[in-house]
């Protein structure tokens, strides 16, 4: 844990402190997940995109799963939830960023495809609900023995929850890149994005704007 001036903060955790959440996800009524991200929106629902099967899932904070959606998903990475929320699901393989109304009596009752992108793979978004999310050119972090080749090639960019795409930072192998290989990122409550970069060993801050 990071102070803002970036002093190193010790996080400790009870070695007897396993959550009763915990322990209800693991008897979930859909027993084979491999959760890729998760994240929880405003009403106490958690979005989880799901490896085991390539969905996107969301639960109750008991563990009862209210939503199963697979439809048009190839290989769906990172989830956020929006301000009013619904959540934003990137799509790597299929390139496309992804939104969802969920009513947990209901399910997934509306979906629509934000934008395409290349390789979208991780998505935060701030208090006013615009969207980032990373691209990659050959994006393969699962793969790490060949990780080294895929240095480069890295953008974040923007959308708003209309659609209507915004900002680029940095662009594919431009001459100042910004970034070699995204790891993660967040927004802070200035509306700051926050970017880890593993191969720079790097937390990267963006100011607003």
């Given amino acids: 844990v990071f102070t803002r001036k970036g002093f190193l903060k010790e996080i400790?955790?009870?070695?007897?402190?396993?959550?009763?959440?915990?322990?209800?996800?693991?008897?979930?009524?859909?027993?084979n997940l491999t959760p890729l991200s998760v994240t929880m929106?405003?009403?106490?629902?958690?979005?989880?995109?799901?490896?085991?099967?390539?969905?996107m899932k969301v639960y109750t904070l008991d563990g009862h799963c209210v939503a199963c959606h697979r439809s048009q998903l190839c290989k769906p990475w990172g989830i956020t939830a929006l301000p009013s929320g619904q959540f934003v699901v990137t799509d790597v393989e299929g390139g496309?960023?992804?939104?969802?109304?969920?009513?947990?009596?209901?399910?997934?009752?509306?979906y629509s495809c934000l934008c395409s992108a290349v390789r979208p793979k991780f998505v935060t978004c701030d208090a006013e609900g615009t969207i980032y999310f990373t691209q990659g050119l050959g994006l393969n972090l699962e793969n790490r023995q060949h990780e080294h080749h895929l240095e480069g090639g890295f953008s974040i960019g923007s959308v708003g929850?209309?659609?209507q795409l915004g900002r680029q930072i940095s662009h594919f192998f431009s001459e100042n890149e910004d970034f070699r290989c995204i790891a993660g990122m967040c927004v802070d409550s200035r509306g700051d994005l926050i970017v880890a970069d593993s191969s720079r060993q790097e937390i990267l801050p963006f100011p607003k704007g």
Avoid: E, M, Q
């Avoid at 929106?41 to 390539?54: E, F, K, Q, R």
């Fill in 161 to 163: 929850p209309d659609g």
């Fill in 41 to 55: 929106n405003c009403h106490g629902l958690i979005g989880v995109t799901d490896s085991y099967d390539n969905s």
């Fill in 12 to 31: 400790r955790r009870s070695p007897c402190g396993i959550d009763s959440f915990v322990l209800s996800f693991l008897g979930a009524d859909l027993p």
């Fill in 96 to 110: 496309k960023l992804w939104c969802f109304t969920v009513d947990r009596g209901v399910g997934v009752v509306k």
